[in-house]
């Protein structure tokens, strides 16, 4: 089987990008990973078609072996169609994640956080609240309700700093 | 060839299709929509019990998409396996809308939102979990995936309220992650054998490298394996079920992990056969258990509890696929039927519990039996059924799977009959701490409790009991806890036809004979035979040490009565059966 050497780098490319991306907190990039992984799948489909042949239309004296593989490009559209449905869908989910809690970042599940706070478990490594910010629009008005939200990066680092020093204190006391 | 009743088998894709198009189309009238989803749902479940009944006694059979014949056009292929996650699964969504009617989970007041989309979403689903079932090529099998997981996706996030948002997160790009690496899968195997056809593919495949079959196969299962939440896969799950309205995460819970197991339990058989790996998914299964049920055990929401040991009992379904023998399959299958109906379930009457008591945390319920004595009976035999306690139908499906790990006597099998016990202790553990605090202690011994269980009197708690819990939701849950001792009463029949269902995949002759036409299996067919014998299936488990360990002759023990053709029936097993009770 013939491959476009070409077209086997930018698959290679996308997909190193994509799951780059897709390892990141922020959803925006999460999506793009997405995107990204699913247009490098997209090649590879099309890459098993092989070398490109005469269009798959049945002539007389033609040998088999000389046409175009349609059925790749058949599988491929439905991919298409079927990853930009999910895309556009990801996109609602954080459009709504960002109306909601501002927020463009995959969070920690709660009851996770409970059952591991109930054992005592705490690794700094993992549990430390990082205030960071990622949203540029954190200041700004809110188009639905028409409030401000302004919160400053430091506040939120001594919000999260009491928190985490509570939690401590009361393993102490239970110790 | 004269019209047949199995040429029916697209219309349990089609008829939910049409169904939520119908729905759809009355978005404004709710209870015209109620109808539609509810009519459609009926049939199909009259489908395909008339499909299983005709199954039952023919074996597989394909149906050739617009009479492009196999492997070219789209086939749809019901065999004994199939036809009976059909109808299990519709039953089961089928008590589960009726339950959400009840509720009234599409108008939910505190989560307002599109709620007219429910009925059509929840039809899709449908849709595309029979699609999953029914696929009789690798693509097709994709499209049925995503069809289901894109309604999912909407199901899950119903409403839009940040609790969901959050848990839909994770669960899309978890699952859009499988799907992709399930994608490019299909494109490795249409560039190694040029076919997408499950039954093309499983002839073309042997021809390959081995190198390339284990690279195919491993990832075939690692993209199934996320599906159905496998150990080091499964942590999306109990992060995102748990949030949904309780008839979703019922119908969740009970199908769409299963349509994965399903999708590994048809490729290793058809596609990859053989103990190449088995030794690895051993390993797994056992990990999935152990840690599954210590994961459930940790927890104090019930519906967080429920879905570990979801996990923790996917650890079962893969222990019996690893056994790769026929005695093993069975109880797969079997186990795959009674798990189904027995989550669901557990879901619905942990939605029960909230609903009456308000919360689903442990910590603060109590005095639930003595307030609603028909929820405990609801909770307390799917519970006992979940845990694998005798004469319940868990406890006949584990059975299986240890005497499948017992005759087969190696360390690791034995490994995994420990742990598979060890599990099943456990998951009583975590149930009756359910029963313990929930129910059994006295609501005055709840340090903090939700205020509705304080009531002034028995008479006072008895009179909230019709509010809260309405006839239209405690009759299909209770439905469903009957069909699950069905399970039970009916094993001896039902355990029969698994053996057949798990001789005709071990076989493969007829699943290729029903896509590919006798014709061209022929050639193959002595090959396939002599696979079968010599390599996956311990033909005669009654020597190899299993004599010694598990010398009780029971209805599991397979008879090995193969006729010619090499196919079976499932009247010779009770020919064979009767003859053994006459002894």
Redesign the interface.
Known sequence: ?TINLTLLLVMGVMFAVGIYL?LERS?TR?LLG?IL??NG?NL??L??AGRAGLSPLVRDGVAADEYFDP??QA?LL??IV?AF??VA??LA??Y??WV??RQDE??D?E??RR?AAA?GAYDPEEDAEVGTETSEFIDTMDPATGSIRAVDPAERNAEAGAESSEAEQRKAGES | MEPNLIEFVPLAVLLPFFGAAFAFAFYRNQATQKAITIGTLIITVILEIVLLAEIWHSGAHAVNLAGWPAPFGISMVIDRFSALMLVVSSIITLAVLLYAVGQGAAEEKNDAGPVSIFYPTYLILVAGVSNAFLAGDLFNLYVGFEIFLTASYVLLTLGGGEVRIRAGVTYVVVSILSSMLFLITIGLVYAATGTVNLADIALKVGELDHGVQLMLHVMLLVAFGIKAAVFPLAFWLPDSYPTAPAPVTAVFAGLLTKVGIYAMIRTETLLFPGERINTALMIVAALTMIVGILGALAQADIKRMLSFTLISHIGYLVFGLALSSIIGMAATIYYVAHHITIQTTLFLVTGLIERRAGSSNVDRLGGLARISPVLAVLFFIPAMNLAGIPPFSGFVGKLGMMQGGIAENTWITWTLVVASVATSLLTLLAVARIWARGFWRKAEDVENPERILVQKSLAHARAANKRLLPATMVAPTAALVALSLAFTVLAGPLMNFSRAAAQDMYERTPYLEAVLGEERVDSVREDLLEFTQGHIIDLDTGDDGADEFAPVRTSLQPDMETDVKGSTSVDEYDAAVDQGGQD
């Open positions: 089987m897709m959803l999460v997405i992984i699913s799948v590879l489909i890459q098993t059925l790749p599988l439905t991919a079927i449905a999910l869908f990801m989910l954080i709504r994640s909601l809690a995959v969070t599940d009851e996770d059952v054992v």
